[in-house]
């Protein structure tokens, strides 16, 4: 059973640091690209960061390009989101999602439970 | 970027009704279309790729339809686990991957 754990989040003042970290198991996790999608609250979905199975390929929304850095480290079955210069309406949950192929599609069949993201100073 | 619009925002219809949520994309993304639901508090569950291939485990009471820009998500009779929200997703470009803003199914 594929599973995704995510962990790493909380409350951080505007201008600061986080890294979030999704914990995978349940499929060959190297086979897989996976993403990080997001949630404000009260709204809609938006992808924020996508890499291919390798780590080789990523992918980013203009909204985060330069201050948020995706990475993966295959032989812990983890997935991050590196988060710097933070501002208020980075608040959102944060949801891991594996997509079908190695290389990154945009296809989000799996997702984990969300780690909440609060801005705020 | 590639704008996705559901229509209608909001819908309210009863246990065995028949219901159909629609989706316009800004540019043609062919059939790169993908739906989501969304109960309160849980994560989105993939529920239909390619425009019209079902997710394993997803009833056969959902469906999918279109190609090009304009596509439907049909529910062909709502059952109480139904009621949720829906949304649609393009995967034809990743500059961005790009949701529409939703819309709320609600129990009349």
């Known amino acids: 059973e594929v599973q995704l754990v995510e962990s790493g989040g909380g409350l951080v003042q505007p201008g600061g640091s986080l890294r979030l970290s999704c914990a995978a198991s349940g499929f060959t996790f190297s086979f897989y690209a996976m993403s990080w999608v997001r949630q404000a609250p009260g709204k809609g979905l938006e992808w924020v960061s996508a890499?291919?199975?390798?780590?080789?390929?990523?992918y980013y929304a203009d909204s985060v390009k330069g201050r948020f850095t995706i990475s993966r480290d295959n032989s812990k079955n983890a997935l991050f989101l590196h988060m710097d210069s933070l501002r208020i309406g980075d608040t959102a949950v944060y949801y891991c999602?594996?997509?079908?192929?190695?290389?990154?599609?945009?296809?989000?069949?799996?997702w984990g439970q969300g780690t909440l993201v609060t801005v705020s100073s | 970027d590639i704008q996705m619009t559901q229509s209608p925002s909001s819908l309210s219809a009863s246990v065995g009704d028949r219901v159909t949520i629609a989706c316009r994309a800004s540019q043609s993304i062919n059939t790169y279309l993908n739906w989501y639901q969304q109960k309160p508090g849980k994560a989105p569950k993939f529920l239909i790729y390619?425009?019209?291939t079902l997710q394993s485990g997803v009833p056969s009471r959902f469906s999918g339809n279109g190609s090009g820009t304009d596509f439907t998500l049909t529910i062909s009779s709502l059952q109480p686990e139904d009621f949720a929200t829906y949304y649609c997703?393009?995967?034809?470009?990743?500059?961005?991957?790009?949701f529409g803003q939703g819309t709320k199914l609600e129990i009349k």
């Open positions: 890499v291919s199975g390798s780590g080789d390929r990523t």
């Open positions: 390619a425009t019209s």
């Open positions: 997703q393009q995967s034809h470009s990743n500059s961005p991957y790009t």
């Open positions: 999602a594996k997509d079908p192929s190695v290389a990154v599609a945009g296809d989000f069949h799996y």
